[in-house]
C-alpha cells in the first residue's frame, strides 16, 4: 500500500437512463433516479434524485427537470456530470475527508455504445478526479452481478431489461460471443402506457403517472396467475378538460405493452439464431437469465419462457445486479482484467 493507494476511493458505477446506483466499500450507497432538477435562472442545480423525480411533470419556467441519459447513453454532457458529482459528494466516507480523494472507478456501458459515447463517459469520470477508470459492458456486469462464472468455457444468455435499453448478450470464457442492444425497455414501456390511456381513456396522465401504473399492475400476458388487483388512475380528461379517474385493469396494459414486448422477443430470437451451435447447447441446459428494472415486469419471464421453449430465471434483485456485477469487478480487479476496458 503506497501512500496514494490510501488516498484513492474505489467506486463502482452503473449509470443508467433510469437509476444510478453506485457501490463504495463493498455497499450499495446511491440508488437514485438519474434525474437533475435545475434553475434556468441561475443555471444551478438544485436537486438530484430522488428530490428532483418528484418535481417531475411539476415544475413552471423557472425550473427545468432533465433526464442527462437516453438510451443508456449521457445525452447531456453537464447536467450527467453535475448529478454524478452531486451523488458522489453526499458518499458519507468520502464527505468527511479533509480534501477531495482521487477515485478508482469502474463505469458500466451499454453493448451497443459508440467511441464517441464511451468517450462522454470517460471525459465526465476525468473532471470528477477520477485516476483509473475501467469500463465494463452492462450484460458482462449483470452475469456477475447474478454470480455466473463468466470465464468458464460454458455459454449463458443474459437479457438486461434497463429504462433505455435492452442488452441481450450470450457470454462465454469471459468475452461477450453475440449480442444485441434495443432501443425499448422501461421508458418505452411507459410512453406506451400513456399513449394507451390517451387513446382508450381519453385521459391524459403524465410520465410519472405512467410509470406508476407499470410498477402497481404492468403484465406481459394476460394469464397471471396471481394477478393484481384493478387500480384508479387520475389525470385530465381530454375531451372536458376536467381532472378525472378511471379504473385499469393489468390485462389492459398488458395490451399496450404488447408491440413492445414482441420487439424484444425478436431480438433474443435473433440473438439466439446468431449463436454458435456449442454454446446453444449450453443454453439449451442453463436456460436464460433476466436483469434490470424491466424483467420485473409480471408475466415476461413466462412469456419469453414459451417464445424460446427455455426456462427463464430472474435475477433476485434484478434491479442491483448490474452494479453488483460491477463492484465485484472493481474488488477483484485481477481477476476480471481481460473483461474490463480501459
Known sequence: MGFFDFMTEDIAIDLGTANTLIIHDGKVIVDAPSIVARDRISGKIIATGQKASLMQGKTHENIKTIRPLKDGVIADFEASEQMIKEFIKNIPSIKKKFFTPSLRMVICIPSGITEVEKRAVIDSAEHMNAKDIYLIHEPMAAAIGIGIDIME?????????????????????????????????????????????????????????????????????????????????????????????????????????????????DAVMETLSRTPPELAADIYNTGIYLAGGGSMLRGLDKRLSRKTDLPVYVAEDPLRAVVRGTGIALKELDKFKNVLMK
Not at 457470454?171 to 421508458?187: N, R, T, Y
Not at 387513446?199 to 402497481?216: D, F, P, S, W
Not at 387500480?231 to 378538460?241: A, E, F, H, T, Y
Open 153 to 265: 468455457p460454458k455459454g449463458n444468455m443474459i437479457i438486461d431489461i434497463g429504462g433505455g435499453t435492452t442488452e441481450i448478450a450470450v457470454i462465454a470464457l469471459g468475452g461477450i460471443v453475440c449480442d444485441k442492444s434495443v432501443k425499448v425497455a422501461g421508458d418505452v414501456f411507459t410512453a406506451d402506457i400513456a399513449y394507451y390511456m390517451r387513446t382508450q381513456h381519453n385521459l391524459y396522465v403524465g410520465e410519472r403517472t405512467a410509470e406508476k401504473i407499470k410498477i402497481q399492475i404492468g403484465a406481459a400476458t394476460e394469464d397471471l396467475e396471481t394477478p393484481p388487483e384493478d387500480m384508479l388512475v387520475q389525470g385530465r380528461d381530454l375531451l372536458s378538460g376536467k381532472p378525472k379517474q378511471v379504473q385499469v385493469s393489468f390485462r389492459e396494459i398488458s395490451k399496450a405493452l404488447d408491440k413492445s414486448i414482441l420487439r424484444i422477443e
